[in-house]
């Protein structure tokens, strides 16, 4: 296993978003994490990636565990995360923002860099090369020196997930990749992680609504509600579950 | 691609050239007005470019021009001045013995400028990169104020409010366009490495810069630090340049000056710093003019003095509309080479 967490709680003030929550992903498991809104799924997100603490429990990530770790110490150890409303660097190019997921890979200093010294040049060749090779992954690389925020609603949730890429993670965090695309691109974009996961060695963890989506895709899910876990196991027998469906749709059998 | 990198370097070095050959004419050719403007222009440059890295490149509003420009003046002015010269012009108290053992060159002076002004920043960031907001700006206005002040009640170092005069006249064209030079050119670097790209990631999206890895307070506090040596190291030219410095010199005003600079020029964009400090500082020398009475023919103007900066503000107001970017918004010059040869 890749991913564990071990009881993990997180209080704000008096509201439990997270209530004792432990799952384990397993290593190229592409994982979905589903639930209602204000289920806790971007918060656990949060958690992971340092961004929270947790009030209580254990997140382990290659058995190391990450409480207490710095966010960018985190991503360095190899998870990635995209986000729920695309967040990318909007003065800057497509190829300029897949730069940047390669910044803490270029290995020059500060001074090396005003000075220009050799070292700068070859490391600024070497991660333009990778970062291209990955814009040709895309299918997004003729868009390198377009402004990322120019291109269609579609195109930047790849920029994003190719920026997340460059990262070099193990894991990548997926919020609500799907959202706001039509049924195409929807298919276009499951294609597209299933083939990455092969490709670039991925775990996948990631948030959806999109209950087919999920389906084609998640090799298990975990439902929350209101913090709580309520199902995990497959997809398709989420859907079937009593407590699923109630938390969903609303528990008719009491009203 | 290899041959448009050359292309580049090829531009690149011409311009560095021509700027060169320009600083030997004007030097040469040039009344010592004249010179004396642009000495002013090239200082501000450094300024400009530097504190355009941090408030502009970084977007971290910062409000510590003056203070950092104070320091390197005094440090400067301190290390040039020989121990009778300090002497002589200390009147209100007399200075301690370290103050008058105080001397290195011109090129140590400078440099010991800068590095103190960039420790200071150094300690300084440490408080206040640790929080997100416009922390920084209040931090170091007060800043400002307190280097100020500072300077004004230790007369045992600084002389005071008399200040410090007669500091040799190091300065000239040589120097302080050289230094803007390099100063330029260091921040373009900067600009346009993987450390330029992480501030310009800090921003547009802290969350998401942090998200890719980046360290931001580490990548702020080097924006900070750099802004700050050059800072230190412009005052340190502009103490020789001007011979005489005083605490009043680096009042707020200063701060406010460069603002409207970079604003002008566009936040983010060394290019439109080089500009903004042209029309800044040129500017409102050749519109010395209009303070004058005038003679339209028709009928005479009397002398009106202050006009020059009513009709600067209205400039600056017909910009700021047109152009709410400023004059480059955050393009630079060779981004306007692109855009030609792409249509």
Known sequence: ??????????????????????????????????????????????????????????????????????????????????FQNIRLFKTMTVMENVLIGFDFQANYTYLESIFRFPRFFGEEKRIRKRAMEILDYFGI????????????????????????????????????????????????????????????????????????????????????????????????????????VAAYLGDFAHD | MNIVIRKDQWINLAIIASALWFIWFASTHFDKYTVRILNNIAIFTILAVSYNLINGVTGQFSLEPNGFVAIGAYVTALLLLDGDAKEYQYDIEDPYPWVLGLQANFVWALFFAGTFSALLALTLSFPVFRVRGDYLAIVTLGFGFIIR????????????????????????????????????????????????????????????????????????????????????????????????????????????????????????STTGAIIGTVLVIGGAEWMRFLDEPMNFGLFETPAMPGMRMVVFSIILIFVMLFAREGIMGKRELTDLFKRKGKK
């Open chain 1, 1 to 82: 296993m890749i991913l564990e967490l071990k009881g993990v709680t997180k209080k704000f003030g008096g509201v439990t978003a997270i209530n004792d929550t432990t799952f384990t992903v397993n290593s190229k498991e592409i994982y979905g994490l589903i639930g209602p809104n204000g289920a806790g799924k971007t918060t656990m997100f949060n958690i992971i990636t340092g961004n929270y603490q947790a009030t209580e429990g254990e997140v382990l990530f290659r058995s190391e565990k990450l409480n207490g770790l710095k966010p960018h110490t985190i991503v360095r150890k190899g998870i990635a995360r995209t």
């Open chain 1, 141 to 244: 690389a003729e868009f390198a020196d377009t402004k990322a925020t120019d291109l269609s609603y579609g195109q930047q949730r790849k920029v994003e997930i190719a920026r997340a890429l460059a990262t070099n993670p193990a894991l990548l965090l997926l919020d609500e990749p799907a959202a706001g695309m039509n049924p195409a691109e929807t298919k276009e974009l499951a294609t597209l992680i299933r083939s990455a996961r092969e490709d670039f060695d991925l775990t996948v963890l990631l948030i959806e609504h999109d209950m087919k989506f999920v389906n084609q895709l998640c090799d298990k899910v975990l439902v929350l509600d209101y913090g709580k876990t309520i199902f995990e196991g497959k997809p398709a027998d989420a859907i079937q579950d009593k407590e699923v």
């Open chain 2, 149 to 268: 002040i500072l300077a004004i009640n230790n007369p045992e170092i600084t002389n005071g409010s008399l200040g410090l005069n007669d500091i040799p006249e190091f300065s000239n064209l040589y120097w302080t366009g050289g230094v803007a030079i390099l100063a330029v050119i260091g921040i373009l670097n900067v600009v346009n490495s993987k450390y330029g790209r992480a501030m310009k990631a800090v921003r547009d999206d802290e969350d998401a810069a942090i998200a890719m890895g980046v360290n931001t307070f580490k990548i702020k506090t080097f924006a900070f630090c750099t802004s700050a040596f050059l800072e230190g190291v412009g005052g340190g030219l502009l103490a020789a340049l001007l011979t005489s410095i005083s605490p009043d010199l680096f009042t707020f005003f200063f701060t406010f000056q460069l603002l409207i600079i970079i604003v002008l020029g566009g936040l983010g």
